[in-house]
């Protein structure tokens, strides 16, 4: 492979590289669009995540951030609809709710629930007694618990499908490392990689926690580091519990169809540290059943890491680079990507094609001069 032309080259080929390409290719049929990744890359963060979409249980003041995060959410039964069809590989997600247990959020409680009152997000108070009926496989000194309106999605099987959809809508998957570019001045001319240069007229930085690495060769430094979570799956029935339980420093999300309960995480400063350690998993496990108790007991099926990619902000950065006149960012989605993954496709998708309407400032490239 030496000189292939595209008119655009996303660089990642997790789920937010992926649906760029996917999105973008529905929504202008005549680009010719490759995406590029590192297929022996285990710590990317698409397949370790535990594939909560949770906006309400993950943020606590209604600010831009939060309405993107709520608008994803809404888009979700659509944008899973559509994978499918394309990709014919089944994705398995519900949209149940989560559960919060008061004994968790003791200081924050009262503010948790008038939050949800004054943003209107789909939510029901039960009673101690209502929690025995509804949740009885919870610990007794939970106290209230909070059913919230959101969803979850077994995100390994929708990367697996965004891949099989973009070969499918004819996206040129390339199974290649970027270690370089080709510039012209302030314009990119191609990626170097070990199958040889892929030339550009437009590319799109989407490579997580390893954005950073990449924007340096290009001379562009990205406050962006990866921090670190381990996780692990558990045996449990399917039946035992339809909700994402959210606790203090943990949560616990069924994956259902035989898979289990995926128990998380921890939030680690290590860099790319890929290291899965016994006593953490261990501490995960004791933590999650002091709310779930039967854990304590259930069978571990696996144990990993994963890498999210942080801004210092913790804000996405999506947007056009001021640096370079072909170059676009979309990368920082943090604890939520797989949740963002349908409105950042969007949001890129009209960005490239010129018809977005409002760009979020919060998110713009510009805050860090990129
Ligand atoms: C433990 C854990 C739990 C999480 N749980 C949730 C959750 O429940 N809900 C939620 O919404 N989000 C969750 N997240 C966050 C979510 O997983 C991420 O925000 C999202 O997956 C980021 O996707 P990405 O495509 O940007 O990055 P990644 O999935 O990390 O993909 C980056 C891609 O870039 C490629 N790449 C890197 N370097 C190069 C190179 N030099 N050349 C070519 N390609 C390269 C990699 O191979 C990879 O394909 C979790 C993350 C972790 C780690």
């Known amino acids: 492979m030496n000189k292939i032309d595209f008119d655009i080259v996303i660089i990642g080929s997790g789920v937010i590289g992926h ?7 529905q929504d ?19 397949r370790a995540a535990a594939g909560m979409l949770a906006p309400f249980c993950e943020c606590d003041e ?9 608008e994803s959410l809404t888009k979700y039964p659509e944008f899973l609809k559509e994978l499918a069809s394309v990709s ?4 398995h997600h519900s949209f149940a709710g989560s559960l919060m247990p008061a004994s968790s959020y003791r200081e924050t409680w009262e503010e948790r629930k008038a939050f949800f009152a004054r943003e209107d997000i789909p939510h029901e108070v039960w009673s101690s007694e209502k929690v025995r009926q509804k949740a009885p496989y919870l610990a007794e000194d939970c106290g209230e618990v909070m059913w919230v309106g959101e969803g979850q999605v077994n995100n390994r099987q929708m990367h697996s499908a965004l891949i099989q959809a973009s ?25 170097v990689t070990d199958s040889g240069n892929i030339n550009g007229e437009r590319f799109v930085l989407a490579s997580g926690s390893w954005s950073s690495q990449l924007a340096r060769v290009l001379e562009v430094s990205i406050p962006l580091k990866p921090i670190k979570g381990q996780m692990c799956r558990v ?11 959210h606790g203090k420093m943990t949560y616990i999300a069924p994956w259902r169809e035989g898979n289990g309960f995926v128990i998380g995480s921890t939030m680690e400063d290590r860099g790319f540290d890929p290291s899965v350690e016994n006593a953490v998993i261990d501490r995960l496990i004791a933590n999650a059943a002091e709310i779930l108790p ?33 170059l676009l960012y979309s990368s920082g989605h943090y604890r939520n990507g797989i949740l963002l993954t349908p409105n950042q496709a969007d949001y890129m998708s009209a960005l490239m094609r010129g018809t977005l309407d409002n760009e979020i400032p919060e998110f713009s490239p510009s805050r860090y001069n990129l």
């Open 19 to 25: 649906s760029i390409a996917f999105r973008l290719k």
């Open 28 to 46: 202008a049929p005549h680009l010719k669009i490759a995406v590029l990744g590192d297929p022996v890359n285990s710590l990317q963060a698409s």
């Open 62 to 70: 209604a600010d831009p951030f939060f309405k993107f995060c709520r």
């Open 88 to 91: 014919e590989v089944s994705v």
């Open 167 to 191: 070969g499918r809508r004819g996206i040129h998957v390339l199974e290649a490392n970027v270690s370089g570019f080709i510039r012209d001045g302030a314009s990119i001319l191609s990626a």
């Open 235 to 245: 045996q449990l029935a399917d039946h035992f519990m339809d909700y994402t339980l």
């Open 294 to 326: 039967c854990l304590k007991t259930a069978p571990l099926i696996e144990s990993w890491a994963g890498l999210r990619p942080a801004a210092e902000d913790l804000m996405p950065i999506m947007g056009k680079s001021g640096r370079y006149e072909n």
